[in-house]
């Protein structure tokens, strides 16, 4: 007698059979904390029994073959997930540059508004430059740059509170 035998033998037969076998294996890993629901991964494990229909595995080797396709479909789900968490990780980020321009793009047309002088301290101030610098680059004196710092931050601030815009810092 061999012990050779198709898997033919009516995949949803062998599904059922393994089935303790199937949620046994399943229940090791948290796949639900991926957003992985567990009637997908039955119904991609038996699609997986079902296409491997009319191979010839030893009888004794089944429920190995089972488990090998059970760690299958969960390899492939789990990268899906990781994938998709990758793309909205991305997408988040396109997003908060995006948002990060329009905001930009605000906060230079209110510093725009600003009396000449305050204004060149602000812009320059928005662009990276300490208040020394900046009395360096436009020959004042610190006192008079950072007085300018000052009122002209004020004045921006409030002008962007008019459109909408506020912040706390803690």
Not at 2 to 7: D, F, L, N, P, R
């Amino acid at each position: 007698m061999s012990t050779k035998a198709e898997i033919d033998i009516d995949s949803e037969h062998l599904f059922d059979k393994y089935k303790p076998l199937i949620k046994a294996s399943l229940q090791k890993f948290d796949y639900s904390r991926y957003g992985i629901e567990y009637e997908d991964l039955l119904q991609e494990i038996r699609i997986r029994l079902w296409g491997a229909s009319k191979r010839e595995i030893d009888r004794r080797k089944i429920p190995a073959y089972v488990r090998k396709v059970v760690d299958s479909v969960l390899i492939t789900y789990l990268n899906k997930a990781r994938k998709n968490k990758e793309i909205i990780r991305q997408s988040e980020a396109a997003i908060t540059t995006i948002h990060s321009r329009e905001l930009e793009l605000v906060i230079m047309e209110c510093a725009d508004t600003l009396i000449d002088s305050r204004r060149m301290v602000v812009s320059l101030y928005l662009r990276g430059f300490a208040v020394p610098e900046i009395a360096k680059a436009l020959n004042w004196t610190i006192g008079k740059t950072y007085n300018l710092y000052s009122r002209g931050l004020k004045d921006l601030k409030k002008k962007l509170k008019e459109r909408g815009i506020s912040y706390e810092i803690k």
